[in-house]
């Protein structure tokens, strides 16, 4: 496919240099003028000039305005800082902790976690019944008051200061495992803070 085919449809068969090959000819100097996109006759009498096809005349067309620049709070720019993470009521986003009291710059922010929570060890109701059913039938049943069951109680509490301002909020404790998730969400947040 190294040789080029002649275009068929051009008068001079498309040789080098010519018209009817490569790109089409220059955008005319003159409106009207014979061209790429213009008719190579002039004007009928009575025709208006229009700005951009639309058919309005030139002078009822309305000033062309700048391209509006996007708000600055609109995206963050490239590495501005750390995105998508929430704890409770407390957000970051870009290089913003934003809070219901306000936002708050991300970096120098001082993050810190208090555990309120507790978890409780207890033997079930229906562990101690069955415990003493099967304890008259066969000395078995004992076995029934190993069963042990966790509950978890409480909060989390999570403070963020930056920029004078303090926010805390409160995050329930499901299970034992709550307090270290907490915990490694506030490291990563206090990473994006440096």
């Known amino acids: 496919m190294s040789d080029?085919?002649?275009?068929?449809?051009?008068?001079d068969?498309?040789?080098p240099g010519s018209p009817g090959y490569g790109y089409p000819p220059p955008y005319p100097a003159a409106p009207g003028g014979a061209g790429?996109?213009?008719?190579?006759t002039p004007p009928a009498p009575g025709y208006q000039p229009t700005v951009g096809g639309a058919g309005i005349p030139a002078q009822a067309q309305p000033p062309?305005?700048?391209?509006?620049?996007?708000?600055?709070?609109a995206v963050a720019p490239h590495g501005a800082g750390g995105?998508?993470?929430?704890?409770?009521d407390i957000t970051i986003a870009g290089d913003q902790i934003i809070t219901p009291s306000g936002a708050m710059p991300l970096r120098g922010a001082m993050w810190n976690a208090s555990d309120f929570s507790r978890t409780e060890t207890k033997i079930p109701t229906h562990a101690v019944v069955l415990a003493i059913i099967f304890f008259l039938f066969c000395l078995l049943g004992l076995l029934f008051l190993?069963?042990?069951e966790k509950t978890t109680t409480g909060y989390i509490q999570v403070t963020v200061t930056s920029g004078g301002r303090h926010h805390s909020t409160m995050i329930p404790a499901v299970d034992a495992g709550t307090f270290p998730w907490?915990?490694?969400?506030?490291?990563?947040?206090?990473?994006?803070?440096?």
């Open 64 to 73: 062309v305005m700048p391209p509006a620049q996007p708000p600055a709070y």
């Open 83 to 88: 995105s998508g993470l929430s704890l409770g």
């Open 36 to 40: 790429y996109g213009y008719p190579a």
């Open 146 to 148: 190993l069963m042990k």
């Open 13 to 15: 068969n498309g040789a």
């Open 182 to 194: 907490v915990m490694n969400q506030i490291n990563y947040a206090r990473s994006l803070s440096i």
């Open 4 to 11: 080029q085919q002649p275009n068929p449809y051009a008068g």
